[in-house]
T-cell receptor, first 117, second 111 residues
Framework: NAGVMQNPRHLVRRRGQEARLRCSPMKGHSHVYWYRQLPEEGLKFMVYLQKENIIDESGMPKERFSAEFPKEGPSILRIQQVVRGDSAAYFC???????????????FGPGTRLTVT | GNSVTQMEGPVTLSEEAFLTINCTYTATGYPSLFWYVQYPGEGLQLLLK?????DKGSNKGFEATYRKETTSFHLEKGSVQVSDSAVYFC??????????FGSGTRLLVRP
């Protein structure tokens, strides 16, 4: 059973370009979470999605950032007009999302390391 | 506000030494608590968890006990190995199922 897949693993963008980060959850998981890790810091929650729904986006910056999890295909985190401060590791996690709190146990992907030059 | 406080690293130990990494949390209610481990260049792996007060999570020789009275979830291991060198994150899950992480503690184990 494949784990959470993220691609690309490394992404370099110039300031002003767009970055698209993809996350395929574990098989059977319908909930996806995105976290950002700045250098030497812990992970900070960005957004929580179910298929075709944004459940909680309280950690997303108000501008330039968006996320989706379509009915088919991976979840996408999109950053428009990137700036140097967006350089970070972006991790995706998935959970089954069934009844019971432990069904929300999150399994993490390897991350995408975004560098903005 | 809601947060997790971990002891600052790096923590440097010799092989077979005893490990403690302190973690305290500020949260409403009684959240589920977790320890994650991150090896260099990799994502986070769940190390252990506890869902209610006095629960003890354990895995690979690591243990942590959910202490409601001190709002703590300290990570311990009796005898560390070089392969345990990594960054360890304490976290709790809030009522909307997102994880609140501490800033991480880097562990370096010398042969």
């Amino acid at each position: 059973n494949a784990g959470v897949m993220q691609n690309p693993r490394h992404l370099v963008r110039r300031r002003g370009q767009e970055a698209r980060l993809r996350c395929s959850p574990m098989k059977g998981h319908s909930h996806v979470y995105w976290y950002r890790q700045l250098p030497e810091e812990g992970l900070k929650f960005m957004v929580y999605l179910q298929k075709e729904n944004i459940i909680d986006e309280s950690g997303m910056p108000k501008e330039r950032f968006s996320a989706e999890f379509p009915k088919e295909g991976p979840s996408i985190l999109r950053i428009q007009q990137v700036v140097r401060g967006d350089s970070a590791a972006y991790f995706c996690a998935s959970s089954p999302g069934l009844a019971g709190v432990m069904s929300y146990e999150q399994y993490f992907g390897p991350g995408t390391r975004l560098t903005v030059t | 506000g809601n947060s997790v406080t971990q002891m600052e690293g790096p923590v440097t130990l010799s092989e077979e030494a005893f490990l403690t990494i302190n973690c305290t949390y500020t949260a409403t209610g009684y959240p589920s608590l977790f320890w994650y481990v991150q090896y260099p260049g990799e994502g986070l792996q769940l190390l252990l968890k506890a869902t209610k007060a006095d629960d003890k999570g354990s895995n690979k020789g690591f243990e942590a006990t959910y202490r409601k009275e001190t709002t703590s979830f300290h990570l311990e291991k009796g005898s560390v190995q070089v392969s345990d060198s990594a960054v360890y994150f304490c976290a709790w899950m809030d009522s909307s199922y997102k994880l609140i992480f501490g800033s991480g503690t880097r562990l370096l184990v010398r042969p």
